[in-house]
Every structure is written in structure tokens, then in C-alpha cells.
């Protein structure tokens, strides 16, 4: 499956996992990963574009992390960077070690941001 090929090659760039996380998957399990991913590519999510970033303002009562990974070549870190500026009480932690399929400094500031909830 040429969809799978490309995950396997983008996130094979990163340093911590498996290089192929799809190659070793069952038919099945590649497929319906397919089409649930191509299904969101193809209805944007069902969100406007922009919208997460145009509506953050609502959120400004409500604190929170958005942590990304540098190395995320699926998700662009300019999109975090781009939701956080627009969320008035949004913390922003950037993962140097981390791509999407992230790391063990990821964990720990997945934990440590649950630490802060009330």
C-alpha cells in the first residue's frame, strides 16, 4: 500500500521506534487505517479551515499543554506553534527528542502536564 509506504518512510526518519510501524501490520489493519486517515484528509476533519486556530479565543478561561515533537514530520510544528500564540493560557512544550511517534521525554511531558490538572 502506497499510503503505509509513506508513514513507514516518514516516521522510519525518527529516531526513537520501530523504522516500519505499518509494514508489519496485518492487510486489514493497514486498510482500515487507510480509510479512516484518508477519510478525515478528505472532509478536513470536519473543520473549517482555520477554525482551530480563528475560535482558541474561547478557550482563553481554560489552561492547557500543547506538546509536540521537533521531529513530527506529519504534523508540522508550525501548527502547534500557530494553535498555541492563539490560546491565551495554552503552555506550549516542544519535545526535541520526539517525532510522532515520540520518545521518552515525551512521556514525561505528557505526565507532567496531567500533573498540573485540577
Known sequence: MHWT????AVLSLEPNGKP???????????????????????????????????NAQSLKAVPGSIIHGRLDLSCPLKNAWDRARAWPNANLVIVDDAGHK??????????????LLP
Open 102 to 115: 515520540g520518545s521518552p521525554n515525551m512521556n514525561q511531558a505528557l505526565r507532567d502536564a496531567f500533573a
Open 20 to 54: 516500519t510501524p505499518y509494514s508489519d501490520k496485518p492487510t486489514d489493519a493497514l486498510v482500515a487505517f487507510v480509510r479512516i486517515c484518508s477519510r478525515f484528509a478528505l472532509h478536513s476533519a470536519w473543520r473549517e479551515d482555520g477554525s482551530l486556530v480563528r
Open 5 to 8: 509506504s509513506w508513514e513507514d
